[in-house]
């Protein structure tokens, strides 16, 4: 009797389980097809703004004739290639401005894969276009939060929404005073953390998108939204120097670099130490227009 209680647990057991599996594979196979036939918010647009929440916030592409920003809070060098490989095809542009600014390089960016809260929000919004074996390869990885999410999107009910990796232009509109302190700590000194050093992983997914561009006869152009002094004075000098290097060897290069790292905006234009508010954006999108201006390339994607 005992032995006929237990083959049936078995069998219900085994029929759940393979039920579950069934609901699964449709689940992926369901969302495979959404990803694969359902488009994307994107259309072809002459001038790409990529990277992270500086770009966001500070480059507005109404300022441009035919532009999109798809630049996504936080979003680490590695996001931001990953998704340039996957619609570069799709949008075609001619150029891409890409963010950069002394934060992008510090080593606190390779934990973003590992520290849990940060970790589920890059898994969340970039599941779609991670590539796991160069995340496992080049990053500490919190498996648990990676494989939790993955399962969920892909296996638990049709994603609608697979495109989160695309951001848009995002201006803030209030003004914080006296932050710099807390955002070094945040890039470069957190507590309970050594100090920060130079990602070399992050430098090198930053010219890896480089390349990218260069390969696909895109024009790459590194934009440097403006930072309040306080914030630049207390840049560690190992993370400054890294800065400056890649700025110098980008200009060695040929690259166009638009440094407005010490350009002079009131404190009324910071959201805060190392953001531009909305008043700040609008001043320096009508700066960086102005200088691709001066570019005889690209002189007619700007207005």
């Not at 910071?270 to 700040?280: E, I, K, M, S, V």
Request: glycine residues 4%; hydrophobic residues 40%.
């Amino acid at each position: 009797m005992h032995q006929t209680e237990l083959q049936q647990f078995l069998g219900r057991f085994l029929l759940f389980a393979g039920l579950l599996l069934a609901y699964g594979i449709l689940m992926f196979g369901i969302n495979e097809a959404l990803y694969r036939l359902r488009p994307l918010p994107l259309e072809p647009s002459r001038v790409l703004i990529a990277g992270d929440s500086h770009l966001r916030q500070s480059l507005n592409p109404a300022a441009f004739e035919d532009a999109r920003n798809i630049s996504v809070t936080s979003e680490p060098y590695a996001i931001t290639y990953w998704k340039l490989r996957a619609i570069l095809d799709e949008v075609r542009p001619d150029t891409v401005l890409l963010s950069f600014a002394p934060g992008n390089v510090s080593g606190y960016t390779d934990l973003m894969f590992y520290d849990a809260a940060s970790a589920a929000n890059q898994f969340n919004k970039a599941f779609r276009v991670l590539d796991l074996k160069s995340l496992f390869q080049d990053f500490p990885v919190n498996k648990k939060k990676l494989f939790a999410i993955l399962i969920k999107k892909h296996t638990l009910y049709p994603n609608l929404h697979q495109g989160a990796f695309i951001g848009e232009f995002q201006p803030v509109a209030y003004s914080q005073a006296n932050t710099a302190s807390q955002r070094i700590q945040r890039h470069f000194r957190q507590p309970g953390l050594p100090p920060a050093r130079t990602s070399t992983a992050m430098i090198t997914y930053l010219d890896s998108i480089i390349n990218l561009c260069q390969l696909r006869r895109i024009t790459p152009i590194v934009v440097v939204s403006s930072h309040q002094p306080s914030y630049v004075e207390a840049v560690p000098p190992e993370i400054m120097t890294a800065y400056q290097g890649k700025l110098e060897e980008f200009r060695e290069r040929g690259i166009t670099t638009i440094d407005g790292l010490n350009r002079a905006y009131p404190p009324a234009m910071f959201q805060d130490a190392d953001h531009l508010n909305q008043a700040g954006a609008a001043r320096f999108s009508s700066d960086v227009v102005t200088r691709l201006g001066e570019l005889p390339a690209i002189k007619n994607e700007s207005r």
